[in-house]
């Protein structure tokens, strides 16, 4: 359990600004965190893995934590990204299935761990929260529609840019002369989008070659941002 001061503070702090609590009081999140036992893990360790019949849930504290779903041929696809505040591993108390999805530390991080006894406890306990929970499952599934139909309609390039254009916005650079920093590696942009590192590979050169971006090893700048966000004709293969 979560005994000592500091360790409550920090995991007070988080939990505030989960969506999961939104909408509860201080006092009923100090109740809850009460029955949380506090856990870490290094860069890379693995936090749960898909096919796992753990049925724990997951509240990051600090730290950062990645999820992938891993294809039958091997293949992995990015899935989601977690920061402080979040939490995942919800699905498996709630149905009782194996894990759907890989979770690793992709820096060092802290959990705060719920059993699936006192997750359906608080679902009960706190109307509230089962809201939220319905809340945040239906964003899910509305971003995973989006996600979808843009793999089956769209090509690399074109997803390519719309995964940059996303990043831009995200970072305020939105505009032509923007910079988009910390670049996600070709492979991992890859993963995201649903192709391989080639093809993104591919399509990034010839976005630089026709003059909508400039690419370096860890940024790039948005040379054409009407092209960039389809006001023009795309790019040519």
Excluded: W
């Excluded at 965190?33 to 893990?41: D, F, H, P, R, Y």
């Excluded at 290094?42 to 990645?66: C, K, N, W």
């Excluded at 719920?114 to 809201?131: H, R």
């Excluded at 993963?191 to 391989?196: A, H, K, L, P, V």
């Amino acid at each position: 359990m979560i005994e000592t001061h500091g360790q409550r503070a920090n995991a007070l702090d988080a939990l505030s600004n989960c969506s999961l609590f939104s909408g509860i009081s201080s006092q009923d999140i100090q109740t809850i965190a009460g029955k949380m036992e506090q856990v870490t893990a290094p860069r890379g360790r693995l936090v749960m893995q898909h096919g796992d019949r753990t049925t724990e849930t997951y509240f990051l504290l600090s730290g950062a934590v990645i999820g992938q779903l891993v294809a039958q041929n091997g293949r992995e696809i990015l899935f989601t990204e977690i920061a402080k505040g979040g939490y995942f591993g919800e699905l498996a108390p709630l149905d009782g299935a194996p894990r759907s999805i890989t979770i690793s530390a992709s820096a060092n991080s802290l959990f705060a761990k719920l059993s699936e006894a006192n997750f359906m406890q608080m679902l009960t306990d706190y109307p509230q929260v089962s809201i939220n929970l319905a809340t945040d499952l239906a964003a899910q599934l509305r971003r995973m529609n989006e996600r979808v139909f843009g793999l089956v309609v769209h090509d690399v390039e074109t997803r390519v840019k719309i995964r940059l254009s996303q990043l831009a916005q995200d970072q305020e650079q939105l505009f032509n002369g923007g910079i988009i920093s910390q670049m996600p590696t070709h492979e991992v942009l890859a993963s995201f989008i649903g192709s391989n590192r080639e093809a993104v590979s591919r399509a990034i050169a010839r976005l630089s070659k026709s003059g909508v971006i400039v690419a370096n090893r860890k940024q790039i700048e948005i040379k054409n941002l009407d092209n960039l966000l389809f006001r023009n004709d795309a790019v040519s293969d």
